[in-house]
């Protein structure tokens, strides 16, 4: 019987993109775009995706009855955040004081404004385009990634952990932010592997053979 991989959707992100990659690097895994909460205790692991405001996606997943399937998938089998779906782990998120689900600590700021770069010109909010992650903590999902790869960011708030512990990758954007996060089962990335090529593909393939 095939290993079930759900990829949540909530009617928010680019949930093809995300499920077709997938499907390339783990070809004998079934990979389900669900909105059906049963789809994710059925699941082996679970990935939740998305872009877009923070209250939308909030509001999107209560309607659908998704947000206690999501918190137990969390608690129970592998799990990988995308952009929003890193931070709607956290708490308070400043994009419309929305809280989010609360299963880490820390809250969701957004990008300051009058941020500069190293050579003194003005950066863009949202932060849009490649940039470095530097590996913070060992962690098999980077197996095989070199330190300081390049992944593709689109967004204009970033999660700051109560627990520095929990950051796996910070990368540099006028300030330093976590730009991945783990905790036992739960890995989460602010930048969008389905759209970083070969890095990002070995990232989610190295998430289908993970066994936390």
């Known amino acids: 019987m095939k290993e079930m991989i759900a990829v949540v959707d909530y009617g928010m992100g680019n949930l093809r993109s995300v499920a077709k990659a997938l499907e390339h690097v783990a070809p004998d895994a079934e990979v389900r775009v669900t909105s059906v909460p049963a789809d994710l205790a059925k699941a082996a692991r679970v990935v939740v995706p998305g872009q877009g405001a923070m209250p939308d996606c909030m509001r999107e997943l209560d309607s659908r009855g998704l947000r206690e399937a999501v918190i137990h998938a969390a608690a ?3 799990f990988l955040g995308i952009c929003v779906g890193l931070q709607m782990l956290f708490g308070l998120a400043e994009e419309g004081n929305t809280h989010g689900l609360g299963i880490l600590s820390g809250r969701v700021p957004r990008f ?3 941020m500069t770069a190293p050579d003194g010109s ?4 949202p932060h849009m385009g490649w940039n470095e992650v530097r590996q913070t903590n060992a962690h098999a999902l980077w197996q ?3 330190d300081d790869t390049r992944f593709y960011f689109v967004h204009s708030y970033y999660v700051a952990p109560d627990q520095a512990y929990l950051g796996a990758g910070l990368t540099s954007y006028g300030i330093d932010f976590a730009s991945a996060v783990v905790r036992d089962n739960i890995f989460a990335v602010q930048f969008h592997p389905e759209k970083s090529a070969d890095a990002g593909l070995r990232l989610l393939q190295n998430f289908t053979r993970w066994k936390p």
Request: proline share 23%; aromatic share 0%; hydrophobic share 30%.
């Open 112 to 114: 300051p404004s009058g």
């Open 144 to 146: 095989g990634l070199p």
């Open 76 to 78: 129970s089998k592998p």
């Open 122 to 125: 003005l950066l863009k909010v």
